[in-house]
């Protein structure tokens, strides 16, 4: 459904200035695929998106999707790909419905059809109770229901979304989310989403993609990468902090205070041969526990830094 290869972006600034958001990707999404697009501000997710429902074109690189080329047939392209910006994509002045009938009348269906769509996706995306609304009226999760619904109008094979979730409460979230699986359902659309909460991109997602500076660093499921680039952790904690520089040194771990982190592939299994070894060297442990590595860890082994630490909308 996508397929990338070499993709760059570069963006003139003023005088000889350039920024390089895009470095040279290479992805291939197969169809129905729920993929989550991740990383911090500014890493080159927008822009990606944008090359790929070709708003924007890449630098140098080539870029399939929907089985059209984006440079030389991007209205094949725009005919079977859906786009949800971070924008909303509704104007103020029609009620709801309309502007999804509006919508469906652009894509060229006729006045029935393009009304019999709308009732669809009103009640695809239980907006039946604000078909009579403005758009201005509607709450943060409702509008971008709207936005979802009117990038369904004309059946797209593939959907993007910018950042779906960004902005809402955990209630409106949730309900985005729920409604996001109940499309791929129904219609086995392929989706591929920007976002910042790792944790929903943990749960919900069938692949993760992690994106920094401009490159793809990182591309499995989620418990891939978490195994391969983080691995479980067991944390400790001993009487003293002499106890626990001890610790750390005999199980290659590494010491804070008095609390000990050791990385171990299968925490739970390694914890009770840990705690023997620990107790015949006359180390006495207070605490123990194993935890399972988040993204966010991923990301941390991969670049030093915490995708936490980044200015993460509310
Ligand atoms: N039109 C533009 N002109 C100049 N620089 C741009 C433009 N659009 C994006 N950039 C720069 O390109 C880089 C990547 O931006 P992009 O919006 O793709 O990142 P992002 O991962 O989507 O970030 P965010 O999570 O904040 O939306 C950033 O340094 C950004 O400032």
Known sequence: MI?????????????KETVEAV?????????????????????GKSTTLR????LLPPTSGTATVAGHDVARDPAGVRARIGYVGQRNSAGEDFLVRDELV?????????AKQAAARADELLDLLDLTPLAKRKPGTLSGGQRRRLDIALGL??????????????????????EIWAHILRLRETYGTTLFLTTHYLEE?????????????GRIIADGTSEQLKNDLAGDHITLTTSTEAEARRAASMS??????????????????????????LDGAGIKVTTAETTRPTLDDVFLTLTGRSLTDDDIPA
């Open 153 to 174: 109008v004309h059946r797209p094979d593939l959907l993007f979304l910018d950042e779906p979730s960004t902005g809402l409460d955990p209630k409106s979230r949730a």
């Open 102 to 110: 509006t919508q469906g009348r652009c894509y060229g269906l006729p």
């Open 3 to 15: 397929h990338a290869r070499g993709l760059t972006r570069v963006f003139k600034l003023k005088k």
């Open 201 to 213: 991109a943990d749960t919900m997602a069938e692949r993760v993609v992690i994106i920094d500076n």
């Open 51 to 54: 090359i790929l429902t070709t």
């Open 23 to 43: 470095r040279g990707i290479d992805l291939d999404v197969e169809a129905g695929r729920l993929v989550a697009f991740l990383g911090p501000n500014g890493a």
């Open 252 to 277: 290659d771990g590494t010491a804070d205070g008095t609390t000990v982190r050791v990385r171990a592939a299968n925490a739970a299994a390694a914890l009770p041969e840990c705690l023997r070894a």
